[in-house]
């Protein structure tokens, strides 16, 4: 019993935390709990339930499978059911006519044969990747409301009648997840997204802030804590694929706040793989805070001034950047940032070139600081590319 | 119209691409079509309609969505659907009778308010990563039906013989997914997860064997295509999300081929997880392969051998670890490759030490090269790790 109630606290602390790390998820399933609760009045109130019957089934259903987190999400799923819905019906219904002319035995059979080759033939269409993306759940419900309506033409004569009531129950109810979703605390991808870039900029930044002292100092007290919370830009690696759905979910939404319809959400994407790139260098770059091949301290103690510099100087650009996107603004002193990390890079060059160690330095010592320095370079480079594609 | 003839040419040769990609894209539309063919037998056959009724339409609801391109991913959503359907019918009769006790005006409101605070429950519950991986379709459906069978028991009387029909209308076409997934050419997740996880090594492999003659020797003719093909491991850098959904799939799968049911599909992902870090290894190393700073060809030419060794041999044991996985036999030689290519390390290492450079050199001509020389370094590391993680 002890143990069960210690599961029992951990589990709530559970989903406490849930709750905490984004409040939105609370709000999210009282509104899902709401549009349900809003759509079953087609039930209990007489009026309407003599006007649509069974059929208020469909706006129950459509508000469980359509409801999602964010409004793009909602949106996408409403208007792929509802169009699917639409042309699926009238299709159906014109293949149960054409099946109805063939005679009680050819009947069935006609009927099989379209539905078969309708159901084959929307699964293949389905693999395209840019269907995939968008209107994958459409192409689900079409051949959804295909194979019923004419399908269950063949039972009832009243074919027509009941696709309208059900094309109009799943439109009430893709409506209510819309609207409820739109005006109680909207979630909006497009903004999910403008911040989610951001914060993978800053995460980079303050990997670079850091980098210089972790690497070129030895270790003192707080620096487990500093080189965990530098950690953290190893999300970006892959956060691709949240960003592709994003940028899709908000293509489908209005206007809003800061962001018009039609907002080059393609250019974020953009954005988002030159970040990758970056996190990938210092992806490689983090290798060498952990290795342990010894380098000589003096060599490290002559570029060290500079590497640092470049590394704190390029982090603070990338930092300027995200605050930038986070706010529209133009970046105040992301430029000279940048100017000042790639005139550390020129000095950086001519501090090698011009041959600051001896001759009996040991050549296998100078390998992971020269590589340091390297990665560092292609890294102001890739700073210099964000920061370029973010005008 | 010689304009649309172009377009209709162009995309036909796009699905007939989409075919030859993988056949079994075709082969599982054709199966979608079979099993809605087969269910929709229920609406045609007399003895069997006196039997189900409308409630056939949930066959073939459940053929719909439950059938996907993979044993598992079918197993998986009819398994949740299956389940989910039984409780939450159980608990919505439950609901219904509950709620009929408290009189008539009271009754609606109470129904109202349970499918309220179910909906929000489970909508929240559905935010726990670890269930929406493997049990998200469960708790739609879950939600789904007891507002269904709770909200409709409001009107109907017959409620237990309604949820009883829909029930094993929804198992019987659950189970004809399942058969016709599993008897014509099935698609193992677990499969695919095993390739994948292959060919990504090989992909990785095919660079490195590659990359010794494209950085130290100059341009000659046929060195795009050798360019081109190489960058492959691209692919490889994202992967993370495909790996874990077919890994998520695999589990629910039963004993096929070489694998048996519990198979430790943990152990790829984390094969999968080294060799996405020794991708993006790769991928610093790759902007060597394009940078312009001029590298004094003296230098490369006195660590070619032994770099061209390095990543050579560690590209061999990439290809032969794939081959051992793809065959799953004991790798023959990687382990002689890794030798290698570790022997090579030291060579490199002691070649360094030796100070083979004269007083002059260029210290900034040598950075990318010594570049070059570290990361090839972690990449033999890295390859170790891989060769001790397959075993």
Known sequence: PE????????????????GQDDPRRVIHSLKVGLALTLVSIFYYYQPLYDNFGVSAMWAVMTVVVVFEFSVGATL??????????????ALGVGAHHLASLSGEIGEPILLGF???????????????????????YGLLIFILTFALVSV??????????VAQKRLSTIIIGGSACVIISIL?????????????IAVNLQ???????????????SEDGDSKDAKSSMQEYKTVLNSKNSEESLANFAKWEPGHGRFQFRHPWNHYLKVGNLTRQCAYQIDALNGYLNTQIQTSPEIRNKIQEVCTEMSMESGKALKELAMAIKTTTQPSSADSHLENSK??????????????????????????????????IEIVNCTEKISESVY
């Open 203 to 217: 995460k980079l930044g303050h990997f670079l802030e850091g980098f210089g002292n972790e690497y070129f100092t």
């Open 343 to 376: 005139s550390a890079t020129k000095n950086l060059k001519s501090l090698l070139k011009s041959g600051i160690w001896d001759d009996s330095t040991d050549l296998l010592a100078v390998v992971p600081v020269a590589t340091v320095a390297s990665l560092l």
């Open 114 to 136: 379209f539905v078969f080759l309708q159901a084959a033939a929307s699964t293949f269409i389905r693999f395209f990747p840019k269907v995939k993306a968008r209107y994958d």
């Open 184 to 196: 109680v605390c909207p979630v909006w991808a497009g903004q999910d997204l403008h911040n989610l």
């Open 76 to 89: 996408s799923k409403g208007v792929n059911r509802g169009l699917a819905t639409l042309v699926a019906g």
């Open 3 to 18: 143990k069960l109630k210690a599961k029992v606290v951990e589990f709530a602390w559970k989903i406490i935390k849930l």
């Open 152 to 161: 269950s033409g063949f039972r009832d004569d009243k074919i027509l009648e």
